[in-house]
Structures are given as structure tokens and as C-alpha cells.
């Protein structure tokens, strides 16, 4: 296997092309975010590159390279899950309560939440299969539920003191290097071999590329949805663990602000909305992106708004070229 194809996995009979267009996505991506680096580093007067406030940058890119991870694997096969980030918010919430309320060891709690992750991701794909609807309107309905749950474990309060080994954790570093950052990495590591070694993830693709063609070749395109919304609840609950290890405090309101970014990142890291395309460089290099856009916003005292309106504005046109380039794909 080639080295491109470390960063990039395309289906259907216009991968040569479209894998082409994706390492020129990643480059631009490495050079938007080293210059944005620099930019920052320098005009914050070098305060981007303190020790401090590295790891803190990234420590808090951990969890949106993990939710962008999670939008990404249902994108291959051409739907979306916007119960993410309330997926997210309901395994973290569920696991406090666990340890607070049940007295359960932190291993335990953890466990748990990666397997209510897992269901919940389930039970979208099966709804999808079993229905016939298209997933952004299933997890439309399923978010709404998730987010009710969510509420009903602990009503408005908060959680902390759940763990203090799990914060202590999460909190750590190994050689400067955030735990939580270094949990990510091997996260998307995991997530490029499942697409370009595992047999299945090969499926995934080519059920998003040409659904026909797949079926055809004997794959089931009903398999490969139910494994795509299960894999991407998986990635929640891991998403929800950091949160868990990251703050210390959990309470209703987590992953209410993880839906815009849930599809900046794989969408401006060149996955296709059409399905078949996969980027775990190009979206980890977004959510980077995003995470120096949150920190200009912070130095700078910008207006969140402003900041929401800008990223919006940069998905958006990413869509458009997206859908650009699959046109050129289709000739």
C-alpha cells in the first residue's frame, strides 16, 4: 500500500482522481495550519508557544478530532449523525452518575460509556435500515430523545469528584504531550486502519461510492449503515470519555457545542457529503484549524458569533467544492 493511502481511502471509479484532490486538500490544510501557527505564535507575542498553552491546545483538540472522526465514518457511506454531540454528552453524563451515584471504579464507568455508545449508534443504523430514512432525519429524532435522557439522569446539576484518578489521567502528559491528545492520535490511527486494511471498512466505502455496484459485488449496503452508525456511536463514547477525563465536571449542557464541529472537520478535510471519500489526515488537520480559530477567538477577544459565522462560512464553501470535484469525478 502506497503512502497516500495512509492519509486517504476513495472508492468507486474515480479514486485515482478523487485521491489525488484529496492529497492537494491535505497539503493545503498542513500549510493553512502551520501558517495560522505562526501567525498566532507570533501575534500573540510568543505566548502560543509556551508549554502551557500548547498542551492546552491540545488537550481541548482531543475530543473534536474524536467527534469529527465519528461524523467522518457515517459520511462514507453517505449519511450523517447529528445526535454526536448529544451522544457525546449523554455517555459522559451517563458515566459520572455511575461513579458518583453507583459507586462504580472509573474502568468500569468508562467501559459502560463506550457501550452506550455503541447501542445508541446501533440502534440509529438499525432504524435507518429497518425505515428506510435517511439518517440525517432518524438522528434528527434520535438526538431529540438523546438529549432528553441526557437531561433526566441528573436534571440540571452537575457532576464532579466522579474520579479523580480519571482526571488526574486526563489531565497528564508523557513528554509534554497531552494523555488525551495521544488518546486521539491512536484513535485515528485505529479509524485509518479499520478504512484502508480492514475488509470491512473496504465495504463501507464502496457501499457509499456506488451503492449499486457494491450490491452487486455482494456486499450489503444495509450492513455496512448499521456498522457505519454503530462505529460512529463508538467514537462518541470515546469522545464522552474525554470530556469525562478533560474537565472534571460533567452536567446536561455537554455536546450541545460539538454539532458545528462534528462536520467542519471531515467536511473542510475533504470527505465527500455523497459518501465513498474518507480523510483522517484532512479531518484531523481541520479540527486542528478549528481549534486555532477557538484560540485567535480567545487572544483576540472576538465575538463568538463572528466566529460560528466564519466557520459556517468556510463549511460551506467546502461543500460546494466537494460537489465540484465530484463533478469532475462523474465525467
Wanted: charged content about 10%; proline content about 3%.
Amino acid at each position: 500500500m502506497t503512502l497516500p493511502s495512509l492519509v486517504e481511502t476513495a472508492a468507486g471509479p474515480s479514486g485515482p482522481r478523487v485521491r489525488a484532490s484529496l492529497r492537494g486538500t491535505e497539503v493545503v490544510l498542513a500549510g493553512l495550519a502551520l501558517a495560522a501557527f505562526v501567525v498566532l505564535a507570533v501575534t500573540t507575542g510568543g505566548n502560543l508557544v509556551e508549554p502551557a498553552t500548547l498542551r492546552a491546545v491540545f488537550q481541548f483538540l482531543a475530543v473534536p478530532m474524536v467527534i469529527g472522526l465519528s461524523q467522518m465514518v457515517v459520511l462514507a457511506v453517505g449519511q450523517m449523525n447529528l445526535s454526536v454531540g448529544v451522544l457525546t454528552g449523554l455517555t459522559a453524563v451517563a458515566a459520572a452518575a455511575l461513579m458518583a451515584d453507583r459507586g462504580w471504579p472509573a474502568w468500569l464507568a468508562v467501559l459502560a460509556a463506550l457501550v452506550l455508545g455503541l447501542v445508541v449508534g446501533l440502534a440509529n443504523g438499525l432504524l435507518v435500515v429497518l425505515t428506510r430514512i435517511n439518517g440525517f432525519i432518524i438522528t434528527l429524532a434520535t438526538m431529540t430523545i438523546i438529549s432528553g435522557v441526557r437531561y433526566g439522569i441528573n436534571g440540571t446539576g452537575t457532576y464532579q469528584g466522579y474520579s479523580d484518578g480519571l482526571v488526574s489521567l486526563g489531565r497528564a502528559s508523557v513528554l509534554g504531550i497531552p494523555t488525551v491528545f495521544l488518546a486521539a492520535v491512536v484513535v485515528a490511527v485505529l479509524v485509518w486502519l479499520f478504512f484502508a486494511r480492514a475488509v470491512r471498512g473496504r465495504q463501507l466505502l464502496a457501499s457509499g461510492g456506488n451503492p449499486l455496484a457494491a450490491r452487486l459485488s455482494g456486499i450489503s449496503n444495509d450492513t455496512s449503515l448499521v456498522i457505519a452508525h454503530a462505529l460512529s456511536g463508538l467514537l462518541a463514547g470515546v469522545a464522552g470519555v474525554l470530556v469525562l477525563a478533560l474537565s472534571g465536571s460533567v452536567n446536561a449542557s455537554i455536546g450541545d457545542d460539538l454539532l458545528l464541529p462534528s462536520f467542519a472537520a471531515p467536511i473542510i478535510g475533504g470527505v465527500a457529503l455523497a459518501g465513498g471519500v474518507v480523510s483522517v489526515l484532512g479531518t484531523c488537520l481541520a479540527a486542528f484549524i478549528v481549534r486555532l480559530v477557538d484560540v485567535a477567538q480567545a487572544q483576540y477577544n472576538i465575538n463568538p458569533r463572528w466566529v460560528d459565522l466564519v466557520v459556517g462560512a468556510v463549511v460551506l464553501g467546502a461543500v460546494l467544492l466537494s460537489q465540484k470535484r465530484i463533478g469532475r469525478g462523474g465525467t
